[in-house]
Structure formats: structure tokens, C-alpha cells
């Protein structure tokens, strides 16, 4: 270009000196002064190697985005349809998106070997979201295999069906709701055990050949996207290279807690079922009232503080008031609106799936979808008139708010500022929408109930802390379990094994039955058969809190100092000045690095486990004295 630019210089000057008369050489050499400035500007522009690289990221996220939309529809006609055509179509549709992520993925490589010494920062960061693409790094054969193994999979797990206890001849019973509904209400020691038997036995042990050749494969991609294994690779968001200590020491802070409750509960259950509790002061996992052991909310009622106080749980009153799925949602659309967030958009109410269909099978574990197009958002669940339905709906449409708050972002920035956050909205938001006040607020608890009073008190507490606290621990191993497996540390024949000695050391938790190396129960769960990592949620669970505590002294319903406006007690309903707050931090999507964001929401730039300390603190209290008093010695040996 340099060559080019002086030859149009010296070709100008020619025809000056040939053909202008002496009186117009000013205005001539003016004229070439522009037309020289002109030329030197696109030599610049085309030797720019950043203005390139910008025009390039600009083309690669419009072509990502359109492939994304097509890719996302198969999938969600797979999930929504589940039949041998859709799943072909669902297929071929993510290995063309996959095709398009590598070609873009090597355009970026080669053309663009320089990035990391780009000077515009921002520029940089779209590189760096840039350069792991996933499993699309695979070559194309051993992608489809992947994709493959993976939809077998979810297969497995969503159509899989067990025999009723009692009844052989009925064996029709679905994970959603049928499975859930027994594990949770059920208090017959021996249909929990028949059931919880029959659903690892069918579904899991089908899971474990296929995926222990889906690790290695995965494992491959990581290794392609220069990281050491898939566990590595899915911590990259987080950007820290202490992150897995990070962990480490919140749970060890928050262990206290839930050794708490695991004795209270435990004390509590062998008054019920006195023969499965022995010495070791393990809770056998079918009786913690969900097939996963998960978390101890379906044994709410096992465990309650005070059982003569006012019950918190609205399911009744749903249904009396004539509570439908979508109103049910309507009323979630509400709360968001009024803190001055986005109401769901038209595409949101025609598209969504919210009830289970009677004449498919579909994938029923409630998701949030960003098609990818800026204005289409769905949301899948197979919605019951219940109150652990109505308090998920606000945490799905948390997600969605948060697509809508970043949709204008670059498609590189198009996601959460690290894995946690998505999870932790509308968590933040349940909050506030499960507290006795705000229920009474919306008319769903009677006027005359007794919200603020102590024993009420606790026994909100230890509803909320069976659900958020008591699942830390299953949160945090799940994929410390699956970095083990992705390192290698843990070979194939200790798959099973090692679960159970996890599940034992963080969670206080035994098998109810004989389990040996020809199970896999980690297969029975969703986010092990769909690939989905875990932390993500273990670390939204302490995020949440701390968005909740900074939100709360925002919308002035919160005083550390005032003991009448405990944390546990704030709704922000309605709170303009906390919506304002909240939708600053998501429309930054994945722009700018999470202590940023996170410092922009709280004042903080760590997950710090002090909010949800805070927030139980009463509860702690009241079962330090309870245990002391049953003679229960928290933990176990």
C-alpha cells in the first residue's frame, strides 16, 4: 500500500507541472495535499491490524448469531418433541453450527496471531471470549460421535420409565412428575427405596459405557482448546487460577451451617424411620424427600421448627384462588415490572412450553432459552399449581431478564459475567418473592397471618435453608466428582465408588442399597447426562445472597442495625431504585471481567460467604441450642 500511495503522489505531481499554469499551483497542491491524506488514511486502515480484527468479530459474532438462531430452534424442537426425526434434525443442525464455530475459531487463529498484544482492551476481551470453542474443535466425525453419545444420553434420561411399588404391572412412571411426586411425599420407607432402586438401576447403569467414551471425548476438545481436561476448561469463566481453592474454602465456611442441619435432620428422621440409621450418623439418600438427595425441601414438613405456627407454603391457596401455569407466570411477569425491568416480550407468551404435553415426550427440567435473534426467549417447564413451581418460574425468568438486558450486547458478551450469576437472578429474586411478607403482599397468604414473629420466623428460615443450604454440599461435590474423572485421577473402575465416597464426606449421605461398579448413579442426574457443570450453581448460591443483602439496603429494607428489618425478611417488590441497581450489572453481560460486575452490584469483587451467614443467623442460632438439647453432635465420623 505504501508503494501504491507513492506512485499516486508522483503521478499527481506529474500532471501538475504538465498541464496547471503557474497562478493555479496552489490550489492543485491543495487539492493533491487532500487526495495524499486521503490515500495515506486507507493504507493506514487496511494496515490497521486491529481496525481488521474488529470489522472480522464484527462479521463472525452477525454469522454466529443467525447459525446459533437455526441451531437453537432444532434443539428446542428435539427437547419440546422427543422422536427419532427431530433428534436427526436437532444432530445435523449443531454440527453445522459446530462447523461455522471452528472455521471462524481458525480464521481468528491464523489471521490474528498477534491479538494478545492488541491495545484496545475491549477488543481484546472479544478475542479472549473468542478462542475456546468447545466440542466444535473436534474433528468433524469424532463431533458427530459426540453429539451423538450426548443425545443418546438425554435420551435415556428423559424417557426412561420405572415400575410402581406393588404394582408390576405398572411401569409407566416418569421422572416428571410421577418419580419427583413419590420421593417427596411418600413416607413408606420401602416404596422410597423401591423407587429410588428401580430409577438408578434402569437409567443409570444404561449411561455409564456410553459416557465413559463421552469423557475421553470431551476430554479431547479441551485438550484442542489448549486446556489440560474438561474440568479445566469449564473453570476458564471464572478467571482465576485459584477458583477450585476458592470453593474449597467457602464450603469449608459454610460447613458449620449445614452439619447443623444435617443433625437436626437426622434426629428428626430416625424418629420416623428408626431401623435405616445406625452408628456411622449417615442419612440414607432416599429419605431426603428428592431421588437425588439433592436437597431436604420435600421433608419440610418432617422437620418443621413449630409445626402449630402459619405455614408458608401457598400451594392451597394457588389453587383456590384459581392459579393456572400462566397466570402463574403472569404473576411473575409482574414482580419483574415493578422494579422497571423488561416485561417478557410477545415471542416469550406465544412460544414458551409451560405445560407438559399429553401426546409427546419432552424434556421436562425447567430451562431458559435465548434463541440468539435479540427478541425471541422462551422458557420450558412442565409447570404444576404449586409453590416450588411458582418460586422456579421466577428463577427461569430471571434468566430470561438477563438475556434481555444484555441482548444488545456484541454476541461474544451475550452471557453471564462468569458461570454463577445467570443461575443467582432469579434466585435473587425468589428471595424476595418467597418471603411471608410479599406473599401477603400479593394475597396469597391471609391478612391475619403472623409473618414477623420469631417462631414464624424459623420456620421460614429452615424452609429456605432445607432448599438452599442443605444442597451446598451436593452443589460443590458434583463436579469436584467430574474434575476427578476429566483428570484422570479417578479411573473408570472407580466411577461409582468414588460418588459414593464424596457423598459421604461432603454430604453426610449413604446408598440405600448395595451399590457396586456395574452402577453409575451419577448418570441418573441431569446436569452429568447433559454435560452442564455444577459449580455454576454452587457458586450462585452465595452470589445470591450477596446481590439479595446489597438490593435489600437499596430498596431501604434492610438495616444490619435494625432488628426490625432483618435481611430474611426483605422483599424488594416494587423497588425502582433496587431494579435500576440490578439491571446496570446484567445488561454488562460478559463485557467486562465478574469482580467488576460483581463490585458494580454489592461493593464487592469476591463471592464472600458472609450474606448467607447473615441471612441465617437466627436459624444457626436456634439449632445450635436444638441440637444441644436433642443430644445430637453435629457431623459425622
Known sequence: MKQLTLCLILILCYSVTRSVALPQ?????????????????????VNDEEENARAFMEEKDRRLAEKCYENTVANWNYNTDINDINQEL???????????????????????????????????????????????VLPEAVLAQYNKLESDMSKTHSTTKVCAYQNSTNCNLSLDPDIRK?????RNEKELRHIWAEWHNKCGNLIRKPYEQFVKLSNQA??????????DYWLRDYESDTIKEDFEKIYETLAPLYKQIHAYARAKLRDVYADQFSSDGLIPAHLFGSLFASSMEGIYSLLIPFPDRASIDVTKELKAQGYTPLKMFQKADEFFTSLGLFPMPQEFWKESLIVKPKDREVVCHPTAWDFCNGKDFRIKQCTEVKMKDFITIHHEMG?????????????????????????????????????????????LLDEATPIDDYETSINFLMAIALKKVASLPFAFMIDKYRWAIFDGSVDTSRYNSHWWELRKKYQGVKPPIQRSEENFDPGTIYHVVFHVDYSRYFASTIIQFQFHRSLCKEAGQYDPKDPLKPLHNCSIYRSKAAGTKLAAGLA?????????????????????????????????????????????????P
Open 90 to 136: 436437532q444432530l445435523n443442525a449443531s454440527l453445522e453450527y459446530s462447523k461455522l464455530e471452528k472455521i471462524s475459531w481458525q480464521n481468528l487463529n491464523s489471521k490474528f496471531k498477534s491479538w494478545p498484544s492488541f491495545t484496545d482492551p475491549d477488543l481484546k476481551r472479544k478475542f479472549k471470549k473468542s478462542k475456546d470453542i468447545g466440542s466444535s
Open 588 to 636: 454488562m453481560g460478559a463485557s467486562k471481567p465478574w469482580p467488576e460486575v460483581m463490585k458494580s452490584m454489592t461493593g464487592q469483587e469476591i463471592m464472600d460467604a458472609s450474606a448467607i451467614r447473615e441471612y441465617f443467623k437466627p436459624l444457626e442460632d436456634w439449632l445450635t441450642i436444638k441440637n444441644a438439647a436433642l443430644g445430637e453432635v453435629p457431623g459425622w
Open 182 to 186: 413419590i420421593m417427596k411425599e411418600s
Open 222 to 231: 479441551a485438550v484442542l482448546n489448549n486446556f489440560s481436561d474438561t474440568g
Open 25 to 45: 499551483l496552489h490550489r492543485y497542491f491543495n487539492n493533491l495535499k487532500n487526495t495524499i491524506t486521503f490515500f495515506f488514511s486507507i493504507a493506514v486502515f
Open 399 to 443: 434468566h430470561i431478564q438477563y438475556f434481555l438486558q444484555y441482548k444488545d450486547k456484541p454476541f461474544t458478551y451475550r452471557d453471564g459475567a462468569n458461570p454463577g450469576f445467570h443461575e443467582a437472578v432469579g434466585d435473587t429474586l425468589a428471595l424476595s418473592v418467597q418471603t411471608p411478607k410479599h406473599l401477603k403482599e400479593v394475597g
